[in-house]
């Protein structure tokens, strides 16, 4: 009785030692499933880049094919950004009629950096500048009165998109740049000169 006691032992204690090594190689084998088929930040970056290129060329379509005046709001602070259109009484509303238009935010890891000056291929004479837009495309404070209780307008966009098919110079940048991990920084740019479709520069070590 006692040999095969200490027989039954040895062999419930084996049993559990291999349970144990089966799952710890289980574990093991879902981590790698895991971190095979999760992107890298430069191809998450990549993507959201071209996400960006691919809904501003059809708002550029619907622009011209609907002949209205739109544009594109991008808030740096919550890196995140919108499209809009000039309604029936020259006010900037949020584009609602697609919901591929609606507020876009990027991941928490990455950022948005909006340039629309001392662009590389700006020049004096430049149809979209400062002076040249048209009035009637900002907005008109005069319409607001004091004390009035309205709701509060949206800022106008910082790019215009005509329903002629132009657009206002622009370039913007979508950043990786971690602070707590040994990845290394990454940038894309995407650049609107007077038309489309936008040009994609990346994937770029630092912005000049």
Same mark, same amino acid.
Request: net charge negative; aromatic share 10%; proline share 5%.
């Given at each position: 009785?006692t %040999?095969?006691t200490?027989?039954?032992k040895a062999?419930?204690?084996?049993l559990?030692?291999?349970?144990v090594?089966i799952f710890i190689?289980?574990?093991?084998?879902?981590?790698v499933v895991?971190?095979f088929?999760?992107e890298s /930040?430069e191809?998450?970056?990549?993507?959201q880049?071209?996400?960006?290129a691919?809904?501003?060329?059809?708002? =550029?379509?619907?622009a011209?094919?609907n002949q209205r005046?739109?544009?594109l709001?991008?808030?740096?602070?919550?890196n995140s950004?919108y499209? %809009?259109?000039?309604n029936?009484?020259q006010?900037?509303?949020?584009?609602?009629?697609d919901?591929?238009f609606?507020?876009?935010?990027?991941?928490?890891?990455? =950022?948005? =950096?909006?340039s629309?000056?001392d @662009?590389?291929w700006e020049n004096?004479?430049?149809?979209f500048s400062?002076?040249?837009?048209?009035?009637?495309?900002s @907005?008109?404070?005069?319409r607001?009165?004091i004390?009035?209780?309205e709701?509060?307008?949206?800022? /106008?966009p910082?790019?215009?998109i005509?329903?002629?098919?132009e657009?206002?110079?622009f370039?913007?940048?979508?950043?990786?740049?971690?602070e707590?991990?040994r990845?290394l920084?990454?940038?894309?740019?995407?650049?609107?000169?007077?038309?489309? /479709?936008?040009?994609?520069?990346?994937?770029?070590d630092?912005?000049?």
């Amino acid at each position: 009785m006692t %040999m095969r006691t200490s027989y039954s032992k040895a062999v419930g204690f084996t049993l559990i030692e291999v349970m144990v090594v089966i799952f710890i190689m289980g574990i093991a084998a879902s981590a790698v499933v895991l971190n095979f088929s999760s992107e890298s /930040p430069e191809q998450a970056l990549k993507k959201q880049t071209q996400r960006t290129a691919v809904i501003f060329n059809m708002a =550029s379509d619907f622009a011209v094919l609907n002949q209205r005046q739109l544009g594109l709001r991008v808030d740096q602070e919550s890196n995140s950004y919108y499209f %809009m259109a000039l309604n029936e009484e020259q006010e900037w509303v949020k584009l609602d009629q697609d919901k591929i238009f609606e507020e876009h935010t990027l991941p928490e890891s990455f =950022s948005l =950096s909006l340039s629309l000056t001392d @662009l590389p291929w700006e020049n004096d004479n430049n149809l979209f500048s400062s002076d040249g837009l048209d009035e009637e495309l900002s @907005l008109d404070n005069d319409r607001v009165e004091i004390g009035q209780e309205e709701e509060k307008k949206l800022d /106008p966009p910082q790019i215009f998109i005509f329903s002629s098919g132009e657009i206002t110079p622009f370039s913007l940048a979508l950043s990786y740049e971690p602070e707590f991990s040994r990845d290394l920084p990454v940038h894309f740019r995407l650049n609107g000169q007077d038309s489309i /479709p936008l040009i994609i520069e990346g994937p770029l070590d630092a912005l000049n």
